[in-house]
């Protein structure tokens, strides 16, 4: 078997030629081809500074909301999550749902997302989530979690004792 050995940084060099380049170089692209998108066009951010406790087994709001108003219908609204709760209970399997709304739609619902697995005191959780919700709307969107607790002798505590996060939605325009 042959080796063949190339002469390091040097070893391929030359010129693409115009033609082959979209817009002439890889510096003056400003558009991608028809038909490609995931172009990240916006991103907004809103976090949970304040701590937040319900004992609720209805969904309630957190107060982590953001709002972003997509340029095109065709584009799609990239949802992440980051949430750290701290449930207060005596008793094992109790935990937190949490959903997410596009202004008063629910586009998804993970019944428990952050779960308890053993019993007596806190059990701090971190739950990160992502969703690509596809609103097909150039108008102000508003996007807001929610959650719930299992059973009515669990709490739920974000942002304070025993949760150690600070929760965030991050919104991002994707071209479509």
Known sequence: MAITRLGGANAISGTIPQGNIANASLGAVTALPAGVGGKVLQVVQDTLTSAFETTSTSYVDTGLTASITPSS????????????????????????????????TQIFEDTWFLYRLGDGGRQGNVGSFHHLDTPSSTSSLTYKVQTKCRTDQAGINMNGSGSNTTAAITLLEIAG
């Open 73 to 104: 219908t065709s584009n799609k609204i990239l949802i992440l999550l980051d949430m750290g709760t701290c449930t207060v209970s005596n008793n094992a399997n109790d935990g937190n749902g949490m959903q997410i709304l596009r202004d008063s």
